[in-house]
């Protein structure tokens, strides 16, 4: 049985991505293939190589808002929101910075005119004042960078913390092995006979919440919406049935389809799958869906890194980190990116 300090590994701080690369699909590309232990290393326009006439690429259109907001107490002190969600009713679940200094009912004040209240400060709900808080995100908010992208947000991040395809927003964090994807890469693929499809899972503050928990099975996940098209499953039913491969782009893709393994396999259902998933995916788990996976690289002791451990296995996960960082690859949201294959 794993405990959280199996999933350590050491990175030096200069190989954390600060920049999106040059090109999307100029990222480099670590490609592991489980079943007979070798990593080969690649740049993410050769994945196209990987894919064969009959699979199916699985992304997520999630759309990233811009859901932080810089305020002020009307102290002057300054305060930085981020919308976790919409709890109806212009409340929001947010992270907020620095929380211990606000009280209750105590408001913050934005530009252009908008403000909100703290309504519950133990579990982190603000109320916005009229006009509310889609008119705030639309007119002053920003993207919401990770914490260890340590710069303020510029124009190209509009762009390039967005995949090509996202469609439907919602998320407060970018699903990043689709950041690698162009269009003209995703036409290359399609016109080779691979079959693309899409889900949406919004994501969260489940995705990236801290495990503090040595026993993993203390730790229990938020859980995050998702829905699978009726034209997804219908390709996903059709793929496995003619022999082909489902490869997942991204841990939000493969969490959506491992939980909604008997929807799609046995139930004859042809309509959308729409559910809450609260699966913590760690080793060992048994994958029924996921054939290969298109990941990036992840932070220590995450449960996204214990994801892909059950996938490819912890030990080979590890050691190919370590190759990473030996051959000194950009890691994170901005950074490379990895090939699974799962193997027979």
Do not use: W
Not at 101 to 128: H, P, W, Y
Not at 188 to 212: E, M, Q
Not at 280 to 298: E, Q
Request: charged share 25%; hydrophobic share 40%; with cysteine.
């Amino acid at each position: 049985m794993y405990t959280l300090s199996d999933f350590d590994y050491h990175l030096p701080p200069h190989l954390i991505a600060q920049h999106p690369s040059s090109r999307r699909d100029a990222s480099r590309l670590l490609a592991l293939d489980r079943r007979q232990g070798s990593i080969g290393h690649k740049h993410f326009c050769d994945i196209i190589s990987f894919l064969r006439s009959g699979d199916l690429l699985v992304l997520n259109d999630t759309k990233v808002l811009p859901a932080r907001l810089l305020g002020r107490r009307r102290t002057g002190g300054q305060v930085e929101i981020l919308l976790l969600g919409s709890l109806g009713a212009e409340k929001y679940k947010a992270l907020i910075k620095p929380l211990g200094r606000l009280k209750e009912g105590e408001t913050i004040e934005f530009a252009k005119g908008f403000s909100c209240v703290l309504v519950d400060a133990k579990n982190k709900v603000i109320e916005f004042d009229p006009p509310g808080g889609k008119r705030a995100m639309a007119e002053i908010g920003l993207l919401p960078l990770p914490p260890y992208i340590r710069r303020d947000p510029v124009r190209l991040d509009k762009t390039r913390y967005q995949t090509v395809f996202a469609a439907k927003e919602g998320a407060v964090a970018a699903p990043t092995a689709g950041l690698h994807f162009t269009k003209r890469l995703l036409s290359a693929i399609r016109k080779k006979g691979v079959g693309v499809s899409f889900l949406t899972l919004h994501v969260n503050y489940a995705t990236f919440a801290p495990v503090r928990e040595q026993d993993l099975c203390h730790h229990r996940m938020e859980p995050e919406y998702f829905e699978i098209p009726s034209v997804t499953v219908q390709s996903i039913r059709r793929t496995r049935k003619e022999g082909g491969r489902i490869f997942c782009v991204g841990t939000t893709a493969c969490k959506a389809l491992e939980d909604s393994r008997s929807e799609l396999f046995e139930s004859d259902s042809t309509g959308d799958i729409a559910k809450a998933s609260s699966l913590f995916i760690r080793p060992p788990f048994t994958f029924k869906v996921t054939d290969a996976l298109i990941t990036n690289f992840h932070l220590p002791r995450t449960t996204l890194l214990m994801l892909v451990s059950a996938f490819a296995g912890k030990d080979f996960i590890l050691s190919a980190y370590q190759e990473a960082v030996r051959h000194e690859y950009r890691f994170y949201s901005y950074g490379d990116a990895m090939l699974i294959l799962k193997g027979v």
